[in-house]
C-alpha cells in the first residue's frame, strides 16, 4: 500500500524483486570493500590520536588550528602521503583541480591528459572551451595537450613516447567519465599507466582527479603513485554529512605550492579558519565507506533494472565498479529530462521541484540537473544530470543508503513509464 501511495507502479515494484536477486552476489563483494576502507579510517583515527578537542573549530583567520591540522593529517593517513590540504574554502572539485593546477604550473609549462577531454568545467579552467575565461590557464601562458583512450584503456606506448621527452610538467588523469561515454577507469588501470610513465620519466607530476572513485575500490590512486589526488567532500568522503569542502593530498612540497594558491605566498597551510565544519569533515570521512558502499549498490540496481527495461547502461550491474556513477542512454531530449525529473520527485528534499534544462556556467550545453539533497550540489546523495545533447545520457550517481536509493529509482521509473 505504501509503496503505490508513493507512486511506485507494481510493475516496477515486481521487477525490483527480481533485480535484487540478481544483484545479491555483487552487493556481497561491496561489503567487503566497505569493511577494508572501514579499517582504514578507524585506524587512521586511532594512530593519529584524534580527540575531543580536535572537533572544535575556528574562526577569523584559524592560525596553526589543531583540529584542521589533525583532519589533514588524518587524510594523509588514510590516502598514504605525505601530507594533505582539506578545507570548507574549497568550494567544489572544480575549484581543487583549479587551486592544484595553478599552484603547480608555471607560464611555459605543459599539462598532458592522458585520459582525453577533461570534464567541461574542468576545459574552461585549462582554457579549451568554447567559454573563452581570461582567468585561464591558457591565459596565463601555460600550455595543453591529451591523448585520446583506446577502447576505455590508456594508450601506454603514445604516453611513454611523448613524456620521455621530458618537457611535460604535470600529467592530469581524470579517473571518473565525466559528461563523457567512456568509461570510468579502475585502480589496476591506473597503476599500469603511472608504472609506464615512471619508466621513461621520474620527475613528471603525476595528478588524479579522484571525484567520484573515493572509496569505490580498496585502494586510491596515491596508493599506487600518483604524485596527488584530488576530490570534493560534496561527493564521497563528505558523505552527505559535510556541507562544502575539498581535499589535496599528496607530497609535502606540492601540498604547500596548492596552499600558497588557495591563500597567499609565505602563508599557505598556516590560515584558513574552519569555519564549524570540524565535525562535519570528521562524521563525513567516518560515515563514508558505508554511504559510498550504498551508493555503489544503488549504481548496480539502477544499472540491473534499466538494462531489464531495455535501456543501455554503462556500466552493466556485474562489472568492476571505478566510481559511483550509473550512466542510463536515454536517447531522447524528453526521455532523459522526464527521467531527472522522476528522480527529484523521489527526493526528500524539493520533492515537488521540476528541473528543466538550463545554461549553467561551465558547460557549453544546457544542463538538465535533480538533486534533492540536504546539501546543494551534493552529489553523493541521490542525484541525476546531463547535458542536453545526443546520445541524450542520464548520469545518475549517489544514495545515502541503499533503501533510500532504491526508492528513488523506482519512483523515477514509475513517472518514466507514465510518459
Do not use: W
Not at 583540529?67 to 570548507?88: C, M, S
Not at 583549479?98 to 608555471?106: I, M, N, P, Q
Not at 608504472?195 to 613528471?204: C, G, L, S
Not at 528522480?343 to 558547460?363: H, L, R
Amino acid at each position: 500500500m505504501l509503496y503505490k501511495e508513493f507512486g511506485i507502479k507494481e510493475e516496477i515494484l515486481e521487477l525490483s524483486k527480481d533485480v535484487e536477486k540478481d544483484v545479491e552476489p555483487i552487493f556481497r563483494e561491496i561489503d567487503k570493500i566497505k569493511e577494508i576502507n572501514s579499517l582504514k579510517v578507524l585506524n587512521a583515527f586511532q594512530k593519529c590520536g584524534l580527540s575531543e578537542m580536535h572537533l572544535h573549530s575556528s574562526t577569523g583567520y584559524g592560525i596553526d588550528e589543531v583540529g584542521r591540522n589533525k583532519i589533514e593529517e588524518i587524510y594523509a593517513k588514510i590516502f598514504g602521503t605525505e601530507d594533505a590540504l582539506v578545507r570548507a574554502q574549497l568550494i567544489s572539485g572544480t575549484h581543487a583541480l583549479a587551486v592544484t593546477l595553478f599552484g603547480l604550473l608555471r607560464p611555459g609549462d605543459t599539462v598532458l591528459s592522458i585520459t582525453g577531454l577533461p570534464y567541461d568545467t574542468l576545459q574552461t579552467v585549462i582554457g579549451i572551451s568554447k567559454e573563452n575565461s581570461k582567468s585561464s590557464l591558457k591565459e596565463f601562458g601555460v600550455k595543453y595537450e591529451q591523448i585520446e583512450l583506446i577502447d576505455n584503456d590508456f594508450d601506454i606506448e603514445k604516453i611513454k613516447n611523448r613524456v620521455s621527452k621530458k618537457d611535460i610538467k604535470l600529467i592530469e588523469i581524470q579517473r571518473s567519465k565525466g559528461y563523457s561515454t567512456r568509461k570510468s577507469l579502475t585502480i589496476d588501470k591506473i597503476e599500469k599507466a603511472i608504472k609506464a610513465i615512471r619508466e621513461v620519466n621520474e620527475n613528471v607530476i603525476i595528478m588524479v582527479d579522484n571525484c567520484y572513485g573515493e572509496f569505490v575500490e580498496d585502494k586510491e590512486p596515491t596508493d599506487i603513485g600518483a604524485d596527488i589526488a584530488v576530490g570534493s567532500l560534496m561527493k564521497n568522503l563528505g558523505a552527505g554529512i559535510a556541507t562544502s569542502g575539498g581535499y589535496i593530498v599528496g607530497k609535502r612540497n606540492l601540498i604547500e605550492l596548492c596552499a600558497e594558491r588557495l591563500t597567499a605566498p609565505g602563508v599557505g597551510k598556516e590560515i584558513g579558519p574552519s569555519l564549524n565544519q570540524n565535525i562535519p569533515f570528521i562524521k563525513g570521512l567516518f560515515f563514508a565507506p558505508s554511504v559510498v558502499a550504498s551508493s555503489v549498490k544503488t549504481a548496480v540496481f539502477a544499472s540491473r533494472i534499466l538494462e531489464k527495461m531495455g535501456y543501455k547502461v554503462d556500466p552493466v550491474f556485474n562489472e568492476k565498479r571505478a566510481d559511483i556513477v550509473q550512466t542510463i542512454e536515454l536517447g531522447e531530449a524528453d526521455e532523459l529530462i522526464k527521467f531527472c525529473q522522476g528522480i527529484q520527485q523521489g527526493s526528500p528534499i524539493d520533492s515537488n521541484v521540476i528541473p528543466e534544462p538550463s545554461d549553467m556556467g561551465g558547460y557549453d550545453d544546457k544542463i538538465i540537473m535533480a538533486a534533492g539533497t540536504f546539501t546543494e550540489g551534493s552529489t553523493i546523495e541521490l542525484s541525476c544530470d546531463g547535458p542536453i545533447r545526443p546520445p541524450y545520457i542520464a548520469y545518475m550517481q549517489g544514495g545515502l543508503t541503499y533503501e533510500y536509493g532504491k526508492l528513488g529509482i523506482m519512483k523515477a521509473l514509475s513517472i518514466l513509464k507514465n510518459k
